[in-house]
């Protein structure tokens, strides 16, 4: 699916938005159990992404067993390792010329594709899903030296409580903080009926055994130890500026504004490789 109706903004009628109103809410009323379905694919199918950065020579690449499957993961580099986590409808793809940036410090880049993502497995995400595949990745680690995360990236990473992240710095690029807040105001907007909404989330929570309304990103990153770093375009359309602006109330919490970026080019600019510069103490 589309990040589009995950993270958004587009509050303005249209007969679309009210047609797949009266349609989502009809066949949850004739076909609950289908419509439930249909809902899950719906939202928990992550659209493809393109993959426009070539793999650097010297990219080791490897299937990781995890508790969602395999994860396909990329290391470049040598020394002390930095994770590198990617968002919805993203992969370790996006991270490739920063990776290379990473690996000429003198450190280890390790990225990978979340569950349904990229070249991973598995045909569902969800930051349960997610969660899962973090922790898997990291299990393999003898030590992590940081860790920087893009998107819902970011709020999986701030929800994880693996004993290899406790104290590190992180750079959080982008990052949608308010997670709840932002998904439900966009999934209403976009018209698709609420109640089939809160039970797909329902039934996600069911499977994996846990409250997905508990996740709240903003507050795990008030009480995170370490440094934080976020790099957030003001133009971004998917995840608020305002709110990584609100974080800054924090002290452990710094922020890199950039302007004409948007969401995922971000990814790709000097402002970032600044921010790793400041982590690693380079600035």
Known sequence: MSSKIYFGNNNRFSFKRSALSIASKLHHKIAPKHALKTARKLFLTPAKGRELNPTPEAMKIEAVETLEGKMMTYQLGSGPTWVLTHGWSGSANQFFPLMEYIAEAGFTALAYDHP????????????????????????????????????????????????????????????????????????????????????????????????????????????????????????????????????????????????????????????????????????
């Open 116 to 283: 349904a993502h990229g070249k991973s497995e598995g045909r569902e995400g969800s930051i349960p899903a997610f969660l899962n595949a973090l922790d898997g990745v990291l299990n393999r680690q003898q030590q992590i030296e940081g860790v920087i995360a893009h998107s819902m990236g970011g709020a999986t990473l701030l929800e994880s409580e693996h004993d290899s992240l406790k104290g590190k710095p992180i750079i959080l690029v982008a990052p949608v903080l308010k997670y709840w807040e932002n998904l439900f105001g966009t999934v209403q907007a976009s018209g698709y009926s609420m109640k089939l909404f809160r039970e797909v989330i329902d039934d996600v929570g069911r499977q994996y055994n846990v409250t997905l309304e508990s996740i709240d990103p903003y507050t795990k990153l008030s009480k995170r130890q370490g440094q934080v770093v976020i790099v957030h375009d003001k133009g971004d359309r998917f995840a608020p500026f305002s709110v990584s602006e609100e974080a800054t109330q924090f002290e452990h919490v710094s922020l890199v504004a950039t302007e004409g970026l948007g969401h995922g080019r971000v990814l790709k600019s000097d402002p970032l490789k600044q921010a790793f510069n400041l982590a690693i103490g380079r600035a």
